[in-house]
């Protein structure tokens, strides 16, 4: 899938940097550029301020200095520019004394839509995640990927042109994980979305993305940038071949010499 | 895998309720059999089986003084949760009017309320008012101090959501803070029935020594004035029957809130 090379990037990242209060450099002046359409990993271990950056595109958190634009615009007025942006956490953060639907429509109910239009796009985002049967049920009745899939669904049923999310696999077994990442490049596809995805495991990068930022720690910043030319849709398969094989290497190759340059 | 739900209910009816009501008539028993072998007169300490006697001959004045209790202490426990969640409120959207004032509440938990209540009578010409007054004193800082809590403890990233889809102050109040408050609330509401409960009983001992009031605790000052013992056993006991009534209630309130989805509603499979 090419990258459609409209004028516009979806995301840039112009110098931004987050030191905190006491002194702790969280992330390097960070420049980055993504363009509509791309899937871009961010991958790196604990520490190398992955989330950090994922954050302050969300505009939960403002930088230290330089600046954020999405769609050439700042982030707060991601409205007026008429596209929309969701995030997924680490964890499903469900509203456990509501069931999934309203879970689910949160975000319209927020913004003030009709309870009846809300609900027909609630049954569409529950069926792009395989939950149609579930709109019911509490969360506490699901297992922690169906969760992580009421999750997905709510950041998907406002129909985002920017999707960010922050290792949003990880806590859950390998099965489940591999099911969601293909399950994640379908809905990518056919929604044409352009997300942002953290994460530090290098074989969901290398399975997921056509853009792998590779960032380290102490202090955050990028190292490297690694393309992945490989088509798609990407079959589960893609996974044992041996152009997985090289791309994987290589981003490991990276990692390592990232981190003996800080030791 | 998990037991049938009757079963399962018929389990824990009989934990929650067989096994202390089978406590209980031991204990009794036990009562019976030490002051019958002592051969205890009855303006010391009266039998279960007397009391139970003057419960069933006295049953008017008692019941009379029972409702009028229970009138008051209901009454004390609506005020403090209007009040109390009020404040609790306020504290949430202003943090510097909860710096000024949380201070002031713990004073209204450590006073005494017996020191208090004798002012309270004589300013309140009303007596009935100055006792509901005095027992929502009682019963009004559990509710502040737990519905405070609650409304704090909502979880950072699910905020960060709500910001992020740039929900009101409103918005976030109604849909996450007071959902995210009711199991402390509940906590609240629990402590606080039986301390409306123990400020009504006080506040009527209080007026009752100035020679006024008509509850159970007036009762308990008559029955003691005129050696009437078993009638005070009596009106103790109905005393501590409301006080398990309260928290029963309470904690079917709970059930009924919280029974679908937080921890503490769950029964182990």
């Known amino acids: 899938m090419s990258s459609s090379f409209s004028s516009t990037p979806a995301v840039e990242v112009l110098s931004a940097n987050k030191t905190y209060a006491n002194g702790y450099q969280a992330l390097l002046p960070v420049n980055l550029t993504i363009e509509e359409g791309e899937f871009v990993t961010l991958l790196g271990p604990s520490g190398c301020g992955k989330s950090t950056l994922l954050k302050m595109v969300a505009g939960l958190l403002n930088p230290t200095d330089g600046r954020i634009l999405l769609w050439r615009k700042p982030v707060a007025d991601l409205l007026s520019s008429g596209k929309k942006m969701s995030f997924v956490f680490q964890s499903p953060t469900l509203m456990p004394w509501a069931d999934v639907a309203t879970n689910v429509r949160l975000p319209l109910d927020l913004s003030g839509l009709p309870k009846i239009e809300a609900q027909e796009r609630v049954c569409e985002a529950l069926a792009l995640v395989g939950l149609e049967k579930f709109a019911s049920a509490m969360p506490r009745a699901l297992s922690g990927g169906m969760q992580m899939r009421v999750s997905i669904a709510r950041g998907l049923v406002t129909e985002p042109d920017l999707l960010l999310m922050d290792e949003p696999f990880g806590a859950l077994d390998e099965i489940t994980r591999h099911r969601l990442d293909a399950d994640l490049l379908a809905l990518w596809a056919k929604k044409k979305l352009t997300v942002i995805f953290v994460t530090h495991s290098i074989h969901e990068a290398v399975f997921l993305s056509n853009r792998v930022v590779m960032m380290a720690a102490r202090p955050g910043h990028i190292t490297q940038e690694h393309i992945i030319d490989e088509p798609y849709p990407r079959a589960q398969e893609f996974m044992v071949r041996t152009e997985f094989m090289r791309h994987a290497q290589a981003l490991q190759k990276s990692l390592e010499l990232a981190s003996e340059l800080l030791s | ?269």
């Open chain 2, 1 to 269: 895998m998990t037991p049938t739900p009757s079963k399962n209910n018929t389990q824990l009816a009989f934990q929650t309720v067989g096994i202390p009501l089978v406590l209980g008539l031991l204990i009794l028993g036990a009562w019976q059999a030490f002051v019958v072998a002592m051969d205890l007169p009855p303006y010391l300490v009266p039998t279960p089986v007397l009391m139970i006697q003057t419960l069933v001959t006295d049953w008017q004045p008692l019941l009379t003084a029972l409702g009028v209790t229970v009138k008051i202490t209901l009454l004390s426990f609506a005020l403090a949760i209007v009040v109390g969640v009020s404040i609790s409120f306020l504290f949430v959207q202003s943090a510097l009017l909860e710096r000024a004032l949380f201070p002031y509440a713990v004073l209204l938990q450590v006073t005494p309320i017996v020191s208090i209540a004798p002012l309270i009578i004589i300013w309140v010409k009303d007596t009935n008012l100055s006792m509901v007054l005095c027992a929502s004193l009682v019963a009004l800082f559990p509710i502040i101090s737990n519905t405070t809590l609650g409304l704090k403890s909502i979880e950072p990233n699910l905020h960060s959501f709500f910001l992020m889809n740039r929900a009101s102050r409103w918005q976030i109040l109604m849909r996450l803070r007071i959902p995210s408050a009711l199991p402390y609330f509940m906590g609240g509401l629990r402590i606080s029935s039986g301390l409306a409960l123990i400020g009504a009983v006080v506040a009527e001992f209080v007026a009752g020594t100035g020679g006024q009031g008509s509850g159970l605790a007036y009762q308990i000052l008559q029955a003691g004035f005129q050696l009437k013992i078993p009638r005070m056993f009596a009106a103790l006991l109905l005393i501590s029957l409301t006080g398990v009534m309260l928290f029963a209630l309470m904690a079917w309130l709970s059930r009924v809130v919280l029974g679908d989805w937080h921890e503490s509603e769950l029964q182990a499979e």
